[in-house]
């Protein structure tokens, strides 16, 4: 054995979309099928990313497989396009599908592949929203075996779900699922619409764009379609809610950067211990940011006029 | 306002690089790992890396193990995301182990076995006293190992190949015959497991599964949790003949060899149905590479799933998916690390529920004493 050995890496420039064509074939054949059975989770192979599994290898590969050099893509993490997460999402992406445009505004993509968020901003027609989903079956939390859960599925039986719901009234006084709520796509499959907050939820239902979420550790593929009834699990006497963000005397509290009062916020200390809280949604509050600059701007030359 | 909820992502990511980079280079040392020292010298170390990779490359193993700094999940992580990019060019022929070149066979079943026992390589019997002259190993006399073990075993003492101990307990009717499967085998990496899996997709599973995940659940099975109560049959180690169809005329070829370790266990008899006959019953192991307590904890869950699949499991290493769907190095260190990621919109939404129920006690409460 040679102390120098050559390794057959001339080639390690690596095909448009990292994946081979065989594996982004099959990740679209498994969105079509999706996208017909709504809500149902389509088992597909799932390849092996460069990246740890949970850290977004399921949104990845549908990502690679749909994303084209005419696509601007978005990428964002906990809302924010600058998360450690995204950067590295994106800076892959750009490697290995040259021609690719991205961008931070919701508005300008036409690719948005996120996790833990929905963006505030409306999304259009024109946009396929990308969910990143460790957990694909929201049965999980009462049922561990894959193969019972599949048939309680197929039986639309979720009665152990609200039974879940119903102990949680009888011991807290509240539903405590807090984010991952389990949700009822188009009066059948309830999906665990991945760890957004119960903030996005709402913005499921009948979506503008194509919502698809992909977990690649449990290799699921499932999809919430354009216009589909979307409905969080709840009882009639016993509604859904979505976060509170009111503060003690019951004011919303407001973003601490641009002053949104209708947006997730995220709170965390400052140096002196002082609660703060500012969007999470990074390009929603940097728009907003911008055009109080603006109008500022115009007030001052109004004044100096 | 100073703080920026993580921003700077790019640059943190650089550094994280640079910094690990600098923690490789940054020893006593002038030189780097060769790639060959790794793959002669730490050669269990590389098996291992192929085997959990699902990869026979022994040189992109050890290039794996140099860059992650010597972990082995990462490096077999790395292998299989190398393999993402190559597409599947054909289905090898099923792969006879009875034409492996040994350089290992035991079986424990028997005091002799048609062909011999050969200890070979291994550390089954050493004192393992730490070899302080390894400390400063003299190179000349490193170079003399080779040779003098070479020069002092003659040529041609070992066969070519070796029967195989289980054939001559079929031939006694101890073991159920062979029933060829018509079904092709289950290919993990192009199908999902979605349960019931064929037993050649939890082959595959196990094959590649991550060795101290795949060695818990087996001796949870030894321990009492299960009872397989196994004898090693025959446990072989040696380099396989990889015999491929010719591009044109379709006979088979042999195209090079892999390293392998492969392992059958036999179990008690169980109750046959109806009038057959009972015999023992079989577990198999093989994986890539040379790792003998990762082909028997897999003999030994082969026997175990193979009882749950027909029982219904009586314990975990006896469910499939119980075992299958965690026994991966990639899927579950995966999972383990993604919780380093931030978290805090979730986070955010467990605070609201928890301060909203804390509100709800609070409020019944100053009721009550009211």
């Known amino acids: 054995m040679n102390a120098h050995y050559e390794l057959p890496l001339e080639d390690a420039g690596y095909s448009f979309g990292f994946l081979d064509e065989y594996a982004k074939k099959e990740v679209r054949r498994c969105i079509l099928k999706a996208i017909s059975i709504p809500g149902y989770q389509t088992p597909y192979a799932s390849r092996e990313m460069p990246m ?65 968020r929905i963006p505030e901003k409306p999304l259009t027609e024109a946009q396929i929203l990308v969910l990143q989903v460790p957990y694909p079956d929201a049965l999980v939390v009462v049922e561990a075996s894959e193969a019972r859960r599949k048939t309680m599925h197929g039986e639309a039986d979720y009665s152990r779900l609200l039974v879940k719901l119903y102990e949680d009234i009888v011991k807290f006084d509240e539903i405590t699922i807090s984010h991952r709520y389990p949700t009822r796509i188009h009066g059948h499959y309830i999906i665990d619409p991945s760890p957004i907050p119960r903030w996005d939820v709402p913005k499921l239902h009948q979506s503008k764009a194509l919502i698809l979420l992909g977990a ?47 947006s997730f916020l995220d709170e965390f200390s400052d140096e002196a211990g002082e609660k703060i809280y500012q969007c999470s949604d990074s390009a929603y509050c940097d728009e907003r940011l911008a055009r109080q600059k603006t109008s500022d701007q115009k007030t001052n030359t109004e004044v100096a006029a | 306002m100073s703080y920026v909820a993580i921003k700077g992502g790019k640059a943190a990511i650089d550094g994280a690089a640079s910094a690990t980079e600098y923690l490789r280079s940054k020893g006593s040392l002038d030189e780097p790992l060769t790639l060959a020292m790794i793959e002669e010298q730490l050669r269990l170390l590389t098996s291992r890396v192929v085997s959990e990779g699902g990869l026979y490359h022994p040189r992109l193993a050890a290039l794996a193990l ?3 700094q010597g972990d082995t999940l990462e490096a077999a992580f790395a292998l299989r995301a190398y393999r993402s990019t190559k597409p599947r060019l054909l289905e090898s022929p099923v792969q006879d182990t009875a034409n ?5 066979r035991i079986s424990s079943a028997f005091k002799e076995v048609p062909g011999g026992q050969y200890l070979g390589a291994t550390y089954d019997y050493a004192l393992r006293l730490l070899q302080l002259d ?76 991550e060795t101290g995940g795949l060695l818990a659940m087996a001796y949870s099975n030894m321990r009492g949790y299960g009872d397989v109560h196994p004898t090693v049959a025959e446990l072989r180690v040696g380099y396989l003949p990889v015999m491929l169809p010719h591009p044109v005329t379709g006979e088979l070829m042999e195209a090079g060899e892999v390293l392998v370790t492969e392992c059958e266990v036999v179990a008690m008899y169980e109750g046959a149905n109806g009038d057959e006959m009972p015999t023992f019953t079989l577990g198999y192991g093989a994986c890539f590479g040379h790792n003998e307590v990762k082909a028997i904890s897999m003999a030994i869950l082969d026997r175990a799933l193979q009882k749950g699949m027909r029982d219904g499991p009586g314990n975990p290493s006896e469910d499939p998916e119980f075992v299958l769907l965690h026994v991966d190095g990639v899927d579950s260190m995966g999972f383990a690390s993604h919780y380093k990621m931030p978290h805090y919109v979730t986070f955010q939404s467990d605070m609201d529920r928890l301060r909203t129920t804390q509100q709800k006690m609070q409020q019944k409460e100053s009721e009550a004493t009211t």
Not at chain 1, 72 to 84: A, C, F, N, R
Not at chain 2, 139 to 150: E, G, N, Q, R, Y
């Open chain 2, 100 to 104: 492996m070149r040994c350089i290992r």
């Open chain 2, 66 to 68: 140099k860059q992650f």
């Open chain 1, 216 to 262: 690649g550790r449990e290799k699921k593929i499932y999809a919430v379609p354009p216009y589909t009834h979307a409905e969080p699990l709840a009882f009639e006497d016993v509604v859904f809610s979505v976060e509170d963000f009111r503060d003690a005397s019951g004011n919303r509290r407001i973003c601490s950067r641009c002053g949104a009062s209708d």
């Open chain 2, 134 to 209: 390894l400390a400063n190993e003299d190179p000349a006399a490193f170079k003399a190992v080779a040779k003098s073990f070479l020069r002092d075993t003659a040529e041609g003492e070992l066969p070519d190949n070796f029967p195989k101990v289980i054939d001559s307990l079929r031939a006694e009717g101890l073991l159920p015959p062979v029933t060829p499967s018509r079904a092709a085998a289950f290919d993990i990496t192009r199908d999902p497991l979605v349960f019931p899996v064929p037993r050649s997709a939890a082959l595959a599973t196990m094959a590649r599964a």
């Open chain 1, 52 to 116: 740890g599994r949970g850290f977004g290898t399921g949104g990845l590969q549908l990502t690679l497989s749909l994303v084209g050099s005419n696509d601007t893509l978005k990428v964002i993490d906990q809302g924010s396009d600058d998360s450690v997460n995204a950067v590295n999402l994106r800076q892959f992406v750009q490697m290995t599908c040259p021609g690719v445009d991205v961008t931070e505004k919701t508005e300008e993509a036409t690719l948005i592949q996120s996790r833990h």
